[in-house]
């Protein structure tokens, strides 16, 4: 119940084409799923973040899609660029009785944008 | 500049020692958090902290040891009874009640 599972593992999209990475729960206390991007040998970074009180959320060319009923969300990235090649991980956490838990991670998708 | 920093970036150890990872931030968070990555793992939890002097165990705390006596401040052991040492260690914190968590830029450990 604790896992978030992320797909595919790898995905390569050719320039200004749609990446998209889906990732799927069961938790139904989880109440934030953020997206982190991970360039090699750095650490990931948020690039977005969603609550379940909304449906879409939107920044420049990153948008997530949130389906509360089938618990499953995912990352879009439109017009992908080489730049965005990175590895990215979803992750959710849950809210218990006043305090938070902690994250639990996706395995990752590892992207690679041909130019 | 605040932010994390992770010393050293890259750490090469003897079967049977323990090895000290450091992790210091100056963000003035109070929870700090040491993960392990390996290659399509995604990131686990070895151990947390949410206060000085107050640590709790992730889901994979077995061979690791920690502590926490500043705010600034959370060293990762890595002793000798971690079966397979070898990972890319990521440290972070954040706020108390914050969601986002800020990442170090991690620690290449490699058991010869």
């Known amino acids: 119940q604790q896992q978030v599972k992320q797909s595919p593992q790898s995905l390569i999209v050719q320039k200004g084409g749609i990446s998209i990475i889906n990732c799927a729960y069961e938790?139904?206390?989880?109440?934030?799923f953020p997206w982190y991007q991970q360039f090699p040998g750095k650490g990931p970074a948020l690039l977005i973040a969603?609550?379940?009180?909304?449906s879409e959320k939107k920044e420049g060319r990153f948008t997530i899609s949130f389906n509360k009923s089938a618990k499953q969300f995912s990352l879009h990235i439109m017009d992908s660029q080489p730049g965005d090649s990175a590895t990215y991980f979803c992750a959710a956490r849950a809210f218990y009785g006043g305090s938070q838990g902690n994250l639990i991670f996706g395995k990752g998708t590892k992207l690679s944008v041909k130019p | 500049d605040g932010g994390i920093t992770q010393s050293p970036k890259y750490l090469f150890r003897k079967e049977g020692q323990n090895v000290t990872l450091s992790c210091e931030q100056n963000l003035n968070h109070d929870a700090m958090y040491w993960y392990r990555q390996d290659p399509g793992q995604g990131l686990r939890l070895i151990y947390y902290s949410q206060i000085v002097n107050d640590f709790q165990k992730g889901d994979i705390a077995e061979g690791y040891s920690v502590s926490r006596e500043k705010k600034e401040s959370f060293p990762l052991t890595v002793t000798s009874a971690q079966k397979n040492p070898t990972a890319f260690y990521l440290c972070a914190s954040s706020r108390t009640g914050h969601n986002e968590q800020f990442f170090g830029p991690g620690t290449r450990l490699t058991v010869l």
């Open positions: 969603i609550r379940p009180d909304v």
């Open positions: 938790n139904t206390a989880f109440d934030y």
